[in-house]
T-cell receptor, first 112, second 117 residues
Framework: RKEVEQDPGPFNVPEGATVAFNCTYS??????FFWYRQDCRKEPKLLMS???SGNEDGRFTAQLNRASQYISLLIRDSKLSDSATYLC?????????????FGTGTSLTVIP | GAVVSQHPSWVICKSGTSVKIECRSL??????MFWYRQFPKQSLMLMAT?????????EQGVEKDKFLINHASLTLSTLTVTSAHPEDSSFYIC?????????????FGDGTRLSIL
């Protein structure tokens, strides 16, 4: 079983729509969680960390459910510029040192 | 956030050439650096983890004699693709992390696009 699993999509949504991605992780000892965004032929860029109580950054909301071992990312009022691949990342630190596990990414295309 | 500089950004070489890629942490001490490879339309694949001053830990299936990693200082790690062949053409990305602070994300370099002819 993979450490981190994501629905690869693709998700094709109209501008202004709300879209949500989920990501599940297998190791209950996982300590820190992140969402990254990767544009085509570019490096991943940190979108936001995910905190236990959930957190919001503008149109983006991240949530963590430790009991069910998943994290989610909600994008409200989608913009064309949100089109990208979204990667969830899980770190087991400090239990095993720095070990980051990536999901395969969820592809989002926002349509005019 | 942390700034990571990766160089070169694009390399085109003949088959058999060795290529060195540098990854520099510009504003913090990177105790750990990660090297990834990404083929088109595929996810990032971790190749190896290097800790400053020690040998890199390679993932299964990654040849350590072909992909030489040196992490001699807290700000610089290098990946050398030795005797590169067309199948080594890929997008190579480094990232840095530090164990000084928990719950810190990785920060990625811009990536190096390697094309072997």
């Amino acid at each position: 079983r993979k450490e981190v699993e994501q629905d690869p999509g693709p998700f094709n949504v109209p501008e202004g729509a709300t879209v949500a991605f989920n990501c599940t992780y297998s190791n209950s000892a996982s300590q820190s969680f992140f969402w990254y965004r990767q544009d085509c032929r570019k490096e991943p860029k940190l979108l936001m960390s995910v905190y236990s109580s959930g957190n919001e950054d503008g149109r983006f909301t991240a949530q963590l459910n430790r009991a069910s071992q998943y994290i989610s990312l909600l994008i409200r009022d989608s913009k064309l510029s949100d089109s990208a691949t979204y990667l969830c990342v899980v770190n087991l630190y400090p239990n095993t040192g720095n070990q980051f596990y990536f999901g395969t990414g969820t592809s989002l295309t926002v349509i005019p | 956030g942390a700034v990571v500089s990766q160089h070169p950004s694009w390399v085109i070489c003949k088959s058999g050439t060795s290529v060195k890629i540098e990854c520099r942490s510009l504003d913090f001490q990177a105790t750990t650096m990660f090297w990834y490879r990404q083929f088109p339309k595929q996810s990032l694949m971790l190749m190896a983890t290097s800790n400053e001053g020690s040998k890199a830990t390679y993932e299964q299936g990654v040849e350590k004699d072909k992909f030489l990693i040196n992490h001699a200082s807290l700000t610089l790690s290098t990946l050398t693709v030795t005797s590169a062949h067309p199948e080594d053409s890929s997008f190579y990305i480094c990232s840095t992390s530090t164990i000084q602070y928990s719950n810190q994300p990785q920060h990625f370099g811009d990536g190096t696009r390697l094309s072997i002819l």
